[in-house]
């Protein structure tokens, strides 16, 4: 079975850090695109970051210079690593597949995500 | 600064027939940024819809259609049920690793 489960989320204060984790089962983190999607509560989703197979990140405006995408082939594992969080980072992090190939981009396998809540 | 557009809410009667939209602030929404939808339910993931315009999602009913209607992508439903009731999302794929969503539409069926 395809799964995709995130973990890491908490509370944390304003200015500091937070590493997220999303373990993959049934799909590889090393050959596939793989993103992270965020929603704030009672909002809308916004897409924040992608690392492609070949280890090219991307970014949105939001979150660039402050967020990095890595991912852990021996585990299988994506994370996200934010830093100098506000409290607009406030949301659910969900891990997501977008599939070039099969699906033209559209994301098939999204995780439930993991809160994460920026306040002092 | 992208902006993807959708309404934000919508309401249907029960079998009846609704098309949401998803623009752009600036300019037209086309193929080549292979518009995908997604239905939400609270404190559920997505669920993928269409992807890459017009094309189904495996177990998706028919009752979908994704489409470009003028300088918009368009989500269809047709006989409208309750459990349509939902978030409904859109999202460009706007090249060079830039994805963009919509900010989403409450349908409401009643």
């Known amino acids: 079975e395809v799964q995709l489960v995130e973990s890491g989320g908490g509370l944390v204060q304003p200015g500091g850090s937070l590493r997220l984790s999303c373990a993959a089962s049934?799909?590889?983190?090393?050959?596939?695109?793989m993103s992270w999607v965020r929603q704030a509560p009672g909002k809308g989703l916004e897409w924040v970051s992608v690392?492609?197979?070949?280890?090219?990140?991307y970014y949105a405006d939001s979150v660039k210079g402050r967020f990095t995408i890595s991912r852990d082939t021996s585990k299988n594992t994506l994370h996200l690593q934010m830093s100098s969080l506000r409290a607009d980072d406030t949301a659910v992090y969900s891990c997501?597949?977008?599939?070039?190939?099969?699906?033209?981009?559209?994301?098939?396998?999204w995780g439930q995500g993991t809160m994460v809540t920026v306040s002092s | 600064q992208t902006v993807v557009t959708q309404e934000p809410s919508f309401s249907v009667s029960p079998g009846g027939t609704v098309t949401l939209t998803c623009g752009l602030s600036s300019g037209s929404v086309s193929t080549r940024y292979y518009p995908s939808w997604y239905q939400q339910t609270p404190g559920q993931a997505p669920r993928t819809l269409i992807y890459s315009t017009n094309t189904r999602f495996s177990g998706v009913p028919d009752r979908f259609s994704g489409s470009i209607l003028g300088n918009k992508a368009a989500l269809t439903i047709t006989g409208a049920r309750a459990d349509d009731e939902s978030d409904y999302y859109c999202?460009?794929?706007?090249?060079?690793?830039?994805?963009?969503f919509g900010g989403g539409t409450k349908l409401t069926v009643l």
């Open positions: 999202v460009l794929y706007m090249g060079s690793g830039l994805w963009v």
């Open positions: 690392i492609y197979d070949d280890g090219t990140a």
């Open positions: 049934g799909i590889s983190v090393s050959t596939n695109y």
């Open positions: 997501a597949r977008p599939h070039s190939a099969a699906y033209h981009y559209a994301f098939d396998i």
